[in-house]
């Protein structure tokens, strides 16, 4: 392919990119999602219920159809599981969020306003789509593996959904949690736990993860997972001191957060350090010498680090013993 091919294909892709951006939203704007969100509809229900005109209604159908965010059934118009998953978590499809990108970067806006509490919050709802990333995460630390001692006992501080904690448990049969976080984070914490049966195994501590008191040297493995990188400087000392502190000696701290890779950084990559920008008051991604010293001079050792392939935002593992 010649270069003025691949610059035609680049332009045609971004233009596609942007008209897709506007399909949903003027399917959110119109009032369709929300219809087709109470079932399916004909394209004569949808445009009698919302006021619509057939032609230009029936055109964008055929367009969310093509994107995957429509699906059809004879007459009948559903929304697809895609869909589905915008409506619950994403119904502003990150407005919110990207909307004040460009008053950030002409420096209207004060990152300090953003609210951490909220941002960890988002997280704990929408963690379970990381399910698959978790088990490769447990796989790699060779949880209930052949020769390893069952039983761990595993602190997961800052716990969110515990997904990633729980992927642990599943493994390794034996395990406890001791899960620690707000109330919010919590409960879906809880649920998570019910979901796969590990209830008798699965403790809770509600508290800020940066204020808990009372934590003693006895956890075979410590758990930061999607939480340091998202608080400033002082911040990550202070969760790493109440990390550090809770592990045995011998004992590992996994931290699972976002890492800059040595390549050139991805589209997904880029995306998750803007949210970081946008939604934390001094979050930030850590390139891996970095987050090396960071774990160094906390007194731990034998640090060790792997990419999570499976994660769909190039999420990475970072261990270290105490």
Request: glycine share 8%; net charge negative; with cysteine.
């Amino acid at each position: 392919m010649s270069a003025q091919d691949q610059t035609l294909d680049q332009y045609h892709e971004l233009m596609q990119i942007n008209v897709v951006s506007h399909l949903l939203r003027s399917a959110r704007e119109t009032g369709l999602l929300d219809e087709l969100k109470n079932g399916q509809r004909t394209l004569e229900q949808l445009c009698e219920s919302l006021s619509l005109l057939v032609q230009p209604t029936s055109l964008l159908l055929d367009a969310l159809i093509a994107i995957g965010i429509v699906q059809k059934y004879g007459n009948d118009h559903a929304l697809s599981p895609a869909a589905q998953l915008l409506c619950s978590y994403d119904v502003d499809l990150g407005d919110a969020r990207w909307g004040q990108l460009a008053d950030q970067v002409r420096g209207r806006r004060k990152r300090s306003d953003a609210d951490s509490i909220r941002y960890f919050e988002q997280i704990a709802a929408t963690q379970w789509i990381h399910t698959p990333a978790a088990i490769q995460a447990a796989e790699i630390l060779n949880l209930g593996g052949e020769g390893e001692e069952l039983g761990l006992s595993i602190l997961d501080l800052g716990c969110g959904s515990a997904v990633w904690s729980c992927a642990m448990v599943h493994r390794d049969v034996e395990a406890t949690i001791t899960a620690v976080d707000l109330p919010g984070p919590l409960a879906a914490a809880i649920s998570m736990a019910a979901s796969i049966d590990v209830t008798d195994r699965f403790s809770v501590i509600e508290s800020d993860p940066l204020e808990v008191d009372g934590l003693e040297p006895v956890y075979d493995i410590v758990l930061l997972a999607q939480r340091l990188f998202g608080l400033g400087e002082e911040g990550q000392i202070r969760l790493l001191e109440k990390a550090v502190s809770a592990i045995r000696p011998g004992g590992r701290l996994v931290v699972i957060d976002l890492f800059r890779g040595p390549t050139k950084p991805s589209l997904a990559e880029s995306v998750e350090a803007l949210k970081l920008e946008l939604d934390t008051p001094a979050g930030g991604m850590k390139t891996l010498k970095e987050a090396e010293a960071m774990l160094g001079s906390a007194g731990l050792g034998q640090i060790q680090f792997s990419f999570l392939v499976a994660s769909r935002i190039h999420l990475g593992m970072m261990v270290a013993v105490r």
